[in-house]
Nanobody, 118 residues
Framework: VQLQASGGGLVQSGGSLTLSCAAA????????MAWFRQAPGKEREFVGRITGSGITDYADSVKGRFTISRDNIRVYLYMSSLEPEDTAVYYC???????????????WGQGTLVTVSS
């Protein structure tokens, strides 16, 4: 599966932004799709995930503010009430295991930078 993330940019605190991750290759619906993020000097952290049937799960830090959805070829991350602490490079990932650890995901997009100004 080839993944390509897009949609990052600069947004003011309290604003919203939607990221998109396009998938190509193997049957997209077979994969659990996830979003991770990595801030400067920090480890990559789990943001949320979605199954092929639409079941979602989120990190506590984004619950109620971020929403993941998917269609036949893309997965989306809608982010609202953004805070400076959300500034990071955001990555989409695909895997077959319902997991939180980055190492459990098989395919990764290249990352897209989200910067939230205060």
């Amino acid at each position: 599966v080839q993944l390509q993330a897009s949609g990052g940019g600069l947004v003011q605190s309290g604003g919203s932004l939607t990221l998109s991750c396009a998938a190509a290759g193997r049957t997209f619906s077979n994969y659990i799709m996830a979003w991770f993020r990595q801030a400067p000097g920090k480890e990559r952290e789990f943001v949320g995930r979605i199954t092929g049937s639409g079941i979602t799960d989120y990190a506590d830090s984004v619950k109620g503010r971020f929403t993941i959805s998917r269609d036949n070829i893309r997965v989306y991350l809608y982010m609202s009430s953004l805070e400076p602490e959300d500034t990071a490079v955001y990555y989409c990932a695909a895997g077959t295991i319902w997991a939180y650890a980055p190492s459990r995901f098989d395919y990764w997009g290249q990352g897209t930078l989200v910067t939230v100004s205060s």
